[in-house]
């Protein structure tokens, strides 16, 4: 299956995993380009650029398939030094960079320099514009049903990718809910040219979180999230347990939400600890409404090739039989 993203990425299959903080380990990424997807490190997973660098390196040692690095720029508890870590990227050599939050724009002009395919993740079809118009190759198109940042307009896939295929040229991937063939090929009817998915590659034998945790998501249904910081315009999906409950027990307070009222609750270390230790309860983690389509934990090569088969299957026999029938 060749699309204009496989193409342009020099991958195998149009299945790309995207950026996750504190999953997007040198152990995924390289597994998911193992496989023949574009597996990316997640930047600011690394405490320092030194520490990015290092995490590059190890990931070169585990594949010498194409892997992309994520630069997420949205508001953190901590400042973060955005500048020194698109350098380190630049240095490192890598070709793929997945930007997502707010406009990449400052940093194009290093990564056009250096030669690297600049994918953009949007929630609406205005960013996706943005992106086009400033220079980026390509776009994610994340919708409502997303893990992590949805956006505040609240529009799914189903209104969002068909949009994209009316007004950008550029090619796009689709984002957002996405966990089998039958979304490989839905999406790919509706115009995207492959998939991003964040959520699904969680639950993988190769990532490098607790067995708890995926075992959570096996479990959990569609109606496993909720949405944090909407009081805040900084929305988040995460997984549904008695920390994300506290925080809107808190935003439903009258008055504006006080982000230090929730600031102790929402710590990056208290996620990150929840992936470590197994305990669900320690904190907030992202998920997406798709784990209500997730039910087993298998390695990423047989994931990636199990979606792209049954699109193929699709695609040849249910959806080219009612042409011919
Ligand atoms: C645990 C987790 C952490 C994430 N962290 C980031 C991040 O740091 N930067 C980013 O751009 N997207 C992040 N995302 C979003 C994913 O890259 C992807 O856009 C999203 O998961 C797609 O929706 P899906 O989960 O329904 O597949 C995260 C997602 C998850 C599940």
């Known amino acids: 299956m060749q699309t204009r993203i496989t193409k342009m990425l020099g991958i195998e299959h149009p299945v790309v995993q995207g950026g996750m903080q504190w999953v997007g380990l040198a152990e995924l990424a390289s597994a998911v380009s193992n496989a023949g997807g574009l597996g990316i490190l997640t930047g600011l997973t690394q405490p320092t650029p030194e520490d990015l660098l290092q995490e590059i390196e190890r990931c070169r040692d585990m594949t010498d398939k194409p892997f992309a690095v994520n630069l997420t720029i949205l508001p953190t508890i901590k400042p973060v030094p955005y500048e020194l870590y698109a350098q380190a ?15 990449p724009e400052p940093y194009l002009p290093m990564f056009k320099a250096a030669g690297i395919t600049v994918i953009h993740k949007c929630t609406s079809i205005r960013h996706c514009l943005k992106a086009e118009r400033i220079g980026c190759d390509m776009v994610s198109v994340d919708g409502f049903e997303c893990a992590g940042h949805p956006g505040e307009d609240d529009i799914t896939n189903m209104i969002l990718l068909p949009l994209a295929a009316r007004k950008l040229k550029i090619p796009f991937l689709a984002s957002g809910g ?110 997406g409404m798709v784990i209500g389509l997730i039910d087993d934990i298998p390695s990423c090569a047989d994931l990636i090739a199990g979606i792209v088969s049954e699109a193929e299957e699709i695609i040849s026999q249910r959806l080219t039989q009612m042409l011919s029938a």
């Open 89 to 103: 990227i630049v240095d490192s050599g890598i070709k793929i960079v997945e930007t997502a939050g707010h406009n």
């Open 178 to 287: 996405l966990a089998d063939g039958r979304a490989l090929a839905a999406v790919l009817a509706m115009g995207a040219d492959g998939i991003n998915m964040g959520t699904r590659f969680m639950a993988t034998k190769e990532a490098p979180i607790h067995e708890n945790v995926k075992q959570a998501m096996v479990e959990a249904s569609e109606r496993d999230t909720s949405l944090i910081y909407r009081t805040l315009k900084n929305t988040a999906r995460v997984f549904k347990n008695s920390v994300a409950e506290q925080v809107l027990e808190i935003e439903s307070r009258d008055g504006a939400t006080n982000f230090e009222d929730i600031a102790p609750l929402v710590q990056g270390t208290r996620g990150r600890e929840v992936f470590n230790s197994g305990d669900l309860e320690h904190g907030i983690w992202s998920a």
